[in-house]
């Protein structure tokens, strides 16, 4: 199994839909995830991150997180051509580390 | 604003040559930092963790006598690339830690002729 899975995707979703974004991890006691947006050709751009259950809002974006079910989500409202790019998730391992460990990522097309 | 910077953006350069990619921290230390290489459609993949001070901490698989990692200071990080084929041609990218996030340089497009 791999530390952090992610539907690879594409994600294609029409313009002003909410885009479902999710990912598994297997560490039980990771405590840091982040989302990073990565458009083709650039490096990844951090966009959220989420230490606690629940959910957390900024603007558009909100991260949703259950440690027991290992799982994390990001949900893009009103989504935007602009929006298309992929997207990754990552964890760090274990409680108090620094290791970072990226999922392989899932591409969102938000068609016009 | 940026955070992490790194130089050059894009070198291309001939089989057998050595190249030096610099990773900056701005406005802020960065005891670790880390490298990342990143081919086509691939996802990123972590090289080794430079650490300020002492020696890289490598990846398994990742050969430290071909990718040579200084962190001489605590906002700055060399990558040097010995005698770079066409199989290292990529993206690499750096990053480093803030504040208990990962900010990432805009990367180095190699290719290696």
């Known amino acids: 199994q791999k530390e952090v899975e992610q539907n690879s995707g594409p994600l294609s979703v029409p313009e002003g839909a909410i885009a479902s974004l999710n990912c598994t991890y297997s560490?039980?006691?990771?405590?840091?995830f982040f989302w990073y947006r990565q458009y083709s050709g650039k490096s990844p751009e951090l966009i959220m991150s989420?230490?606690?259950?629940g959910d957390k809002e900024d603007g558009r974006f909100t991260a949703q997180l259950n440690k027991a079910s290992q799982y994390v989500s990001l949900l893009i409202r009103d989504s935007q051509p602009s929006d298309s790019a992929t997207y990754l998730c990552?964890?760090?391992?274990?409680?108090?580390?620094?290791?970072?460990?990226f999922g392989a990522g899932t591409r969102l097309f938000v068609k016009a | 604003g940026a955070v992490v910077s790194q130089h050059p953006s894009w070198v291309i350069c001939k089989s057998g040559t050595s190249v030096k990619i610099e990773c900056r921290s701005l406005?802020?230390?960065?005891?670790?930092m880390f490298w990342y290489r990143q081919f086509p459609k691939q996802s990123l993949m972590l090289m080794a963790t430079?650490?300020?001070?002492?020696?890289?901490?490598?990846e398994q698989g990742v050969e430290k006598d071909k990718f040579l990692i200084n962190h001489a200071s605590l906002t700055l990080s060399t990558l040097t690339v010995t005698s770079a084929h066409p199989e290292d041609s990529s993206f690499y990218i750096c990053?480093?830690?803030?504040?208990?996030?990962?900010?990432f340089g805009p990367g180095t497009r190699l290719t290696v002729l």
């Open positions: 990053s480093a830690i803030r504040q208990n996030e990962q900010f």
């Open positions: 406005d802020f230390q960065a005891t670790t």
């Open positions: 560490d039980r006691v990771s405590q840091s």
């Open positions: 430079s650490n300020e001070g002492s020696k890289a901490t490598y």
């Open positions: 989420i230490y606690s259950n």
């Open positions: 990552a964890v760090i391992l274990g409680a108090g580390g620094f290791k970072t460990i």
